[in-house]
């Protein structure tokens, strides 16, 4: 039972490459998140699926896209990175909506 | 809309020492739910407690003990006999039906034992 992975683990892009950061749970949980970390900040939403099929955007959508490819996959896309996509991303899950959320190892990206 | 507040930065104690760890949070919602996370200097965030609004029951696990107090909407953390390996990012986080029950997290709190 691996919980939560995220790949890569690290990536370095240049301005407007783009990429993305792929994540999957085998908890069999229904909602997955994308968060990302800056430093003296916490952590701060940037997508969400509440179930298989949805997507929602979060505090801090804006230069990102998600897709829920099923229930245990949630990819995260830069479609043109730039510096300020510098960061620490994390990929979550949880069963219901009350629950308890289980996190990734976390990708660290720096856009150059 | 909700918010968490953990006013402490940064906490430095020596080994030993019994350390407090703030939370405040806002909500207009009468049903809520607060969480403890720990981030170690290895980045992954790991999961602590979940409190309910309804459950004003201070927990204790281990050395762990955490303090609910609606009254002054705070769910504080305190570790007793603090040791090296406490040495982590903590946050605060909270999720009411206001929110869409997202996660809301405190900025956390740098705490540093030395030994």
């Known amino acids: 039972n691996a919980g939560v992975t995220q790949t890569p683990k690290f990536q370095v892009l240049k301005t407007g490459q783009s990429m993305t950061l792929q994540c999957a749970q085998d908890?069999?949980?229904?909602?997955m998140y994308w968060y990302r970390q800056d430093p003296g900040m916490g952590l701060r939403l940037i997508y969400y699926?509440?179930?298989?099929?949805?997507?929602d955007k979060g505090e801090v959508p804006n230069g990102y896209n998600v897709s829920r490819l099923n229930k245990r996959e949630f990819s995260l896309r830069l479609e043109s990175a730039a510096p300020s996509q510098t960061s620490v991303y994390f990929c979550?899950?949880?069963?219901?909506?009350?629950?308890?959320?289980?996190f990734g190892p976390g990708t660290r990206l720096t856009v150059l | 809309a909700q918010k968490v507040t953990q006013a402490q930065t940064e906490i430095s104690v020596v080994e030993k020492e019994d350390v407090t760890l703030d939370c405040v949070y806002e909500?207009?919602?009468?049903?809520?739910?607060l969480f403890w996370y720990k981030q170690p200097p290895s980045g992954e965030l790991v999961f602590l407690i979940r409190?309910?609004?309804?459950?004003?029951q201070n927990e204790i696990s281990g050395r762990y003990s955490w303090n609910f107090q609606k009254s002054t909407s705070s769910f504080n953390f305190t570790i007793t006999a603090s040791q090296v390996v406490d040495s982590a990012v903590y946050f605060c986080?909270?999720?009411?039906?206001?929110?869409?029950?997202?996660?809301?997290f405190g900025s956390g709190t740098q705490l540093t034992v030395l030994p």
């Open positions: 909500t207009r919602d009468t049903t809520y739910y």
């Open positions: 986080a909270l999720i009411s039906s206001g929110s869409a029950r997202q996660l809301t």
């Open positions: 908890m069999n949980h229904n909602s």
């Open positions: 979550a899950s949880r069963l219901g909506q009350d629950n308890e959320q289980f």
């Open positions: 699926s509440a179930s298989e099929g949805t997507t």
């Open positions: 409190r309910n609004s309804f459950d004003e």
